[in-house]
C-alpha cells in the first residue's frame, strides 16, 4: 500500500518555464490537498479538491492551477514559475467523512533560478 | 493572520525527561485540533487529535491538553525517547468544515540521548 506519492521528488526550473507535479494515493479518499512548507511559514495550503472534477482555491493559490480528473490523482501546475515559488510542496488526502486526519505524500522540493 | 502559532520555534530536552510543545490559536470556531510529526525529507504523519468536547486526550507516550478558554493546546510526550526527535506541527480545523485544516509554524523537538 503506497499511500500517496508524488512525482518528481526534486526538481530545478528556471523562471518562466512551466511544470506539472503529480499526487496519486490509492486509498481511495476523496479529498486531496496542496501545500507548500516554507521556512517559518509552516504548510500552507495552495488547492483543495473534495471529489473527482472539483477543485478549490487555498490559501495561497496565485500563480497555481490544478486539477482533478481521475479520483486517485491530484495534479498542480506552475504555468510561468518564479523564484517565489522555490518551496517544498506536499500532497496530502483525506477519506472525506468526518474529522480524519490527512495522509501526506513525501514532498516535491522544487527550486526555481 | 496566523491562526495557529507556536510560539517556539526549537526545544532541547534531555532523553527520558518530559516534552512539552504548545500551540496557541485565535479562531474560536476551531474545534477539532490535530498534531502531525515530520522526519526530514519525509512528509508530515498524523500523530493524535482532540475535539473541542474533551480537554485531554492520550495515545501512550502522547498526551493532548486542550484549554479551550485561553485557546490553547499542548502535547506531552513521556518519556521523551530521540526518535521523537522531528518538527511536531499543531493544525486546527472546524472554522470551514472539517475539509480544510489550518497548521501552525512548527516546533523542532531535539531529545539528547
Known amino acids: 500500500n503506497a499511500g500517496v506519492t508524488q512525482t518528481p521528488k526534486f526538481r530545478v526550473l528556471k523562471t518562466g518555464q512551466s511544470m506539472t507535479l503529480l499526487c496519486a494515493q490509492d486509498?481511495?479518499?476523496?479529498?486531496m490537498y496542496w501545500y507548500r512548507q516554507d521556512p517559518g511559514m509552516g504548510l500552507r495550503l495552495i488547492h483543495y479538491?473534495?471529489?473527482?472534477?472539483?477543485?478549490a482555491k487555498g490559501e495561497v493559490p496565485d500563480g497555481y492551477n490544478v486539477s482533478r480528473l481521475k479520483k486517485q490523482n491530484f495534479l498542480l501546475g506552475l504555468e510561468s514559475a518564479a523564484p517565489s515559488q522555490t518551496s517544498v510542496y506536499f500532497c496530502?488526502?483525506?477519506?472525506?467523512?468526518?474529522?480524519?486526519?490527512?495522509?501526506f505524500g513525501d514532498g516535491t522540493r522544487l527550486s526555481i533560478l | 493572520d496566523q491562526q495557529v502559532k507556536q510560539n517556539s520555534p526549537s526545544l532541547s530536552v534531555q532523553e527520558g525527561r518530559i516534552s512539552i510543545l504548545n500551540c496557541d490559536y485565535t479562531?474560536?470556531?476551531?474545534?477539532?485540533f490535530l498534531w502531525y510529526k515530520k522526519y526530514p525529507a519525509e512528509g508530515p504523519t498524523f500523530l493524535i487529535s482532540?475535539?473541542?468536547?474533551?480537554d485531554k486526550n492520550e495515545d501512550g507516550r502522547f498526551t493532548v491538553f486542550l484549554n479551550k478558554s485561553a485557546k490553547h493546546l499542548s502535547l506531552h510526550i513521556v518519556p521523551s525517547q530521540p526518535g521523537d526527535s522531528a518538527v511536531y506541527f499543531c493544525?486546527?480545523?472546524?472554522?470551514?468544515?472539517?475539509?480544510?485544516?489550518?497548521f501552525g509554524t512548527g516546533t523542532k523537538l531535539q531529545v539528547i540521548p
Open positions: 496530502a488526502s483525506t477519506i472525506g467523512t468526518g474529522y480524519q486526519p490527512q495522509h
Open positions: 486509498m481511495n479518499h476523496e479529498y
Open positions: 479538491s473534495v471529489g473527482e472534477g472539483t477543485t
Open positions: 479562531n474560536s470556531m476551531f474545534d477539532y
Open positions: 482532540i475535539s473541542s468536547i474533551k
Open positions: 493544525a486546527a480545523s472546524g472554522d470551514q468544515g472539517y475539509q480544510k485544516v489550518t
